[in-house]
């Protein structure tokens, strides 16, 4: 599975989610699969996109925030895996590309190439709701739970290497604007 | 946080608070200065006024209670005017210091 069919099947699933994407290539495939203005792209912020979505879905206990990571990106955060589990917001799901390289720097190996596994590291810091789908078909249904159930949750999917088609659009102020904007207006009632 | 803390945050104040334009507080207790007694402490401690200056995050150093009274509204105020972080350093002679 690529992280696009990946990111595809999420699209066209969401409403009035907030999805928060790491910097390069999970932003990129996001822009170009379904930009809107819920969307919060962390074009800098290396690592931190877990802990942006973290705080977002703290702040705003009434709205659904999906993260999308890579596995580069959260290994250099482990421990907001912890504090994910510790905060455990019901309204929060982090979704992990693995595709077991630093794609963006030339695609050197991370250690989930080797031993680590991320979903265990995420049962290990206290998450219970760590979901590993397989295929397309598996994952639809992951994104339906976490659209859907309380979390906090993580889902582990081990995508194909490769980088994102396409160029980004760094108006870094103008998304962040535009997103603000978005989510001061949004009042959908609890997580919906 | 400790001005060791600042040090671990600076690629994320760097690229997403001052990049994004995110105001944001910082209180840091300024170790490695006056009366430290960890040497792990000194280099960061002696180089935060100067990581805060680089990364253009305004930042004050009250002395005393009435020093931090006067100054904190305005500084407050001062990160969600400009919209970018600000930092109270808060020396060892305001806050007590830690006793090794």
């Given at each position: 599975m690529t992280r696009a069919t990946a990111t595809r099947l999420l699209v066209q699933r969401l409403r009035h989610e907030v999805v928060v994407s790491t910097l390069g290539q999970a932003t990129l495939d996001l822009q170009r699969l379904g930009d809107r203005p819920l969307n919060c792209y962390?074009?800098?912020?290396?690592?931190?996109c877990s802990s942006v979505g973290l705080g977002i879905a703290l702040a705003r206990p009434d709205l659904r925030v999906v993260c999308l990571d890579g596995d580069g990106s959260l290994l250099m955060n482990l421990g907001s895996l912890c504090t994910i589990a510790t905060t455990a917001p019901r309204n929060y799901a982090l979704v992990v590309w693995d595709n077991e390289v630093h794609q963006t720097t030339g695609g050197q190996p991370t250690a989930t190439a080797f031993r680590s596994s991320l979903a265990a590291i995420a049962r290990g810091a206290g998450i219970e709701k760590v979901l590993e789908p397989r295929d397309e078909t598996e994952l639809g249904g992951a994104y339906d739970r976490i659209l859907s159930e309380d979390g906090p949750f993580v889902v582990h999917v081990k995508v194909e290497k490769g980088r994102a088609e396409g160029k980004l659009d760094r108006d870094v102020i103008g998304y962040k604007l535009r997103f603000m904007r978005a989510v001061a207006t949004l009042r959908p009632g609890p997580a919906a | 946080m400790q001005n060791s803390g600042l040090g671990n945050c600076v690629n994320t104040l760097g690229s997403l608070n001052v990049a994004s334009q995110v105001p944001v507080v910082l209180v840091i207790s300024h170790?490695?200065?006056?009366?430290?007694?960890?040497?792990?402490?000194?280099p960061v401690g002696q180089a935060v006024e100067r990581i805060l200056d680089a990364l253009d995050i305004r930042h004050v150093m009250p002395r005393s209670v009435a020093d931090l009274e006067a100054q904190a509204d305005g500084l407050i105020k001062l990160a969600y005017t400009r919209s970018l972080p600000v930092a109270f350093l808060l020396p060892a002679e305001l806050t007590g210091g830690k006793l090794g």
């Open positions: 962390t074009f800098g912020a290396m690592g931190q | 170790r490695g200065d006056l009366a430290e007694f960890n040497p792990a402490q000194v």
